[in-house]
């Protein structure tokens, strides 16, 4: 096939192999060494990982994380325009600027729609194996080219574009990935199982309205204590959403998880742990109370995380 | 020591791996780096499951090898937007919003949450934030359209507006990111039913994820009206106590 999902690893992998060499390459950062081997060891894991013995990723992720917490990976310095010549390059391209952006969306949808059909030379163009993702691949190598033939720039100028963009993001970018991997050592270690324990024995989890709420509730909790989602959602969905509500009370599994994920979403909006949605926003914004934010979002979270309850307690009546 | 308790499901469970929970909540209480927290949760809850040195560095190694799907759509865009921002995109993003300068403080977020919540869920999650859009952009638009209605606003209320402006953003990008099939919710949700041994398609998550989606808009829509009605009502509480105490300081000065 021609996008598939190790390709894309590649290709992300190069991207992050750029940022680490043109970070080493800076004279001027603040913390050169450190962000390159942040970095560096970034890209190894896309480039690579799939030969290394896993202990030494292991490894690697942990140093990662150290460096992280150390504040060894900052921002470099990048070549920033003043405002007036992006308003002079934005009355240049006007509303043309719109579409490689909105290019990347509407190649992925069509793209991951129609994979099945998709062939070049008898092999199939995205990856059946996750048409979805290798779609958005596609999408985002054709937005590229786009963009670089209506700017009049090159690919090199879009991986120092892109390395301002990870820059500004810093550690973050890896976060939602540490999570995943929290989660997934959490359900190897069984703390799904644990959790499932106590709730199946301290509640009534036959009741479907129960079962249903504390599903529900569940994933707000969890993501309120972990400040994301992500972490939570394998614990709940492991430890009562597939075992209960899927096992024994036959519901939809991708009505089960879509709902969960949003009651995950609901916590998230009530909680201080998600510091950069909820706590940066009211330093920005220059607010005296610091739950400025998490206040004018709570009615909204709660009404809706109610009305999840109700809706997974329609799903799965008899 | 070993803490085992009987269970129907199993015939035993553990339950000192939860201790990785404890580890998260005393993190972030303490505000270690979240990389930190993260990392030493999952080694502590790798040994109290009773992992050895070797395990639990797989574990964590193959847990990251495993979720690389998760970062691939935050980064193979980059490039692109990045030129585009190169050549002004935020910059004629921001000439393009203001077209909605009339509209009422409640009106102008509403319309920001349906921008917000609809751009999401095709994908384009970077149309939005707090640094890029509602610092420079958002808030001042809804004071401003609060205060050529109103006149001069109070701290108090200022900061509401601000906060709730703050708010709608997050709430537009919440739900509607859950519906575009490619980002990393819908990613993770099926990779980890995958593992669990249900495959179910992208797109019917992305399917279920809309009764919420839309209950969300509806909800946060209704409180961004009421917004609009108290500020009336204060406002108009506010000028008469004003006018008193401006007259007040009018008399006291002559």
Redesign the interface.
């Known amino acids: 096939m021609i996008f598939s999902l190790a390709h894309l690893y590649v290709l992300v992998g190069v991207v992050l192999a750029f940022v680490a060499l043109m970070t080493a390459a800076d004279r001027q950062h603040p913390q050169r060494f450190g962000s390159a081997l942040f970095w560096g060891f970034y890209a190894l894991v896309f480039l690579v990982g799939d030969l290394l013995p896993s202990a030494w990723i292991g490894v690697g992720v942990i140093a990662m994380a150290v460096l992280a917490g150390l504040r060894r990976v900052a921002p470099g310095t990048h070549g920033q325009s003043s405002a007036a010549e992006y308003a002079v390059r934005a009355r240049r391209l006007g509303n043309r600027l719109f579409l490689p952006a909105l290019a990347i969306p509407v190649i992925a949808v069509i793209g991951s729609l129609l994979a099945r059909h998709l062939h070049i030379a008898g092999m199939p163009l995205l990856d059946p194996g996750n048409p979805t993702l290798a779609a958005v691949g596609m999408a985002s190598v054709v937005a590229l080219l786009l963009a670089c033939w209506l700017t009049r720039e090159t690919p090199a100028q879009g991986m120092r574009e892109a390395r301002r963009l990870v820059d500004a993001m810093s550690w973050a970018v890896v976060l939602p990935q540490m999570l995943a991997m929290l989660g997934l050592v959490f359900s190897d270690a069984g703390v799904g199982k644990g959790v499932a324990y106590l709730a199946t024995h301290y509640i009534a989890m036959d009741v479907r309205l129960v079962a249903a709420a504390v599903y529900v509730v569940g994933m707000a909790l969890f993501t309120i204590v972990m400040g994301n989602g992500f972490a939570a959602f394998p614990v709940m969905t492991g430890g009562v959403g597939v075992p209960v509500l899927v096992g024994v009370f036959h519901a939809n599994p991708a009505a089960v998880a879509a709902i969960g994920m949003f009651s995950g979403y609901c916590g998230t909006l009530m909680t201080p742990m998600a510091a950069n949605f909820n706590i940066v926003p009211a330093a920005l914004l220059e607010l005296p109370d610091k739950n400025a934010v998490i206040r004018a979002q709570w009615p909204t979270a709660l009404t809706v995380l109610v009305f999840n309850i109700v809706l997974l307690y329609i799903l799965i009546r008899p | 020591m070993r803490l085992f308790?009987e269970?129907?499901?199993?015939p035993t469970?553990?339950?000192w791996?939860?201790i990785?929970?404890a580890v998260?909540?005393a993190g972030?209480i303490l505000r270690?780096?979240?990389?930190?927290i993260?990392?030493g949760?999952?080694?502590v809850?790798?040994c109290?499951?009773g992992?050895g040195v070797?395990a639990?560095?797989?574990?964590?190694?193959?847990?990251?090898?495993?979720?690389?799907?998760?970062?691939?759509?935050?980064?193979?865009?980059?490039?692109?937007?990045?030129?585009?921002?190169?050549?002004?995109?935020?910059?004629?993003t921001q000439?393009w919003i203001r077209r909605f300068r009339n509209a009422t403080a409640g009106q102008l977020l509403i319309a920001y949450l349906a921008v917000r919540e609809l751009s999401a869920a095709?994908?384009?999650t970077s149309?939005g934030g707090?640094?890029t859009m509602?610092?420079p952009l958002l808030?001042p638009m809804v004071e401003g359209a609060a205060e050529a209605r109103h006149g001069r606003l109070p701290d108090r209320i200022r900061?509401?507006l601000?906060?709730?402006?703050?708010?709608t953003?997050?709430?537009g990008l919440?739900?509607g990111e859950?519906i575009?099939?490619?980002f990393?919710?819908v990613?993770?949700?099926t990779s980890?039913?995958h593992?669990?041994g249900?495959d179910?398609?992208?797109?019917?998550?992305?399917?279920?994820?809309i009764?919420?989606?839309g209950?969300?808009f509806a909800?946060?829509a209704w409180?961004l009206v009421r917004l609009d009605r108290t500020l009336a009502r204060e406002m108009r509480d506010e000028v008469g106590a004003g006018t008193t105490a401006g007259a007040g300081t009018e008399d006291t000065a002559a």
């Open positions: 308790l269970s129907s499901m199993a469970v553990s339950l791996p939860l990785g929970v998260i909540v972030f270690f780096n979240p990389m930190i993260v990392v949760a999952a080694i809850t790798a109290a499951a992992f070797l639990t560095l797989s574990a964590i190694g193959a847990g990251f090898l495993k979720t690389r799907n998760l970062t691939l759509a935050l980064i193979l865009p980059l490039a692109t937007i990045g030129l585009l921002e190169r050549h002004g995109l935020r910059q004629h000439d095709v994908g384009l149309l707090h640094a509602v610092r808030a900061y509401r601000r906060a709730m402006a703050a708010a953003d997050n709430i919440f739900f859950d575009f099939v490619a990393g919710a990613v993770l949700i980890f039913l593992e669990a249900i179910v398609d992208p797109l019917r998550v992305a399917f279920w994820g009764p919420t989606a209950v969300a909800v946060h409180r």
